[in-house]
């Protein structure tokens, strides 16, 4: 079992920037990618970031590239999520994922542990 406490997030203007966080715990092993997804109302759970622990391989959904940064602190077994110029279309609530090996993925569907989520809201 692994468990996902995510925190960060909260309520920013356009333009701005916040920044996520997810603490990973239990049997994560060695060999993993973590990844963020983002769901706003109404619409389906996407594909943020994701980073494979094995090679600090990364990659990113074409809506967040050049404004996101995904990385990782290995001695706090984190991944953290940095927005930049956020806009209102990001608003959603973000989840950190995870999923066993080292190949990335942006399916939801291929990440078996979920973190509870926590809010990002862009004003206009």
């Known amino acids: 079992q692994v468990q996902l406490v995510e925190s960060g997030g909260g309520l920013v203007q356009a333009g701005g920037s916040l920044s996520v966080s997810c603490a990973a715990s239990?049997?994560?092993?060695?060999?993993?990618?973590m990844g963020w997804f983002r769901q706003a109302p109404g619409k389906e759970r996407e594909f943020v970031a994701a980073l494979s622990w094995s090679d600090d391989s990364t990659y990113y959904a074409d809506s967040v590239k050049g404004r996101f940064t995904i990385s990782r602190d290995n001695a706090k077994n984190s991944v953290f999520l940095q927005m930049n110029n956020l806009k209102p279309e990001d608003t959603a609530v973000y989840y950190c994922?995870?999923?066993?090996?080292?190949?990335?993925?942006?399916?939801?569907?291929?990440?078996?542990?979920w973190g509870q989520g926590t809010q990002v809201t862009v004003s206009s």
């Open positions: 239990g049997r994560t092993g060695s060999n993993y990618v």
């Open positions: 994922a995870f999923r066993g090996g080292w190949r990335l993925s942006v399916f939801p569907r291929e990440y078996d542990y």
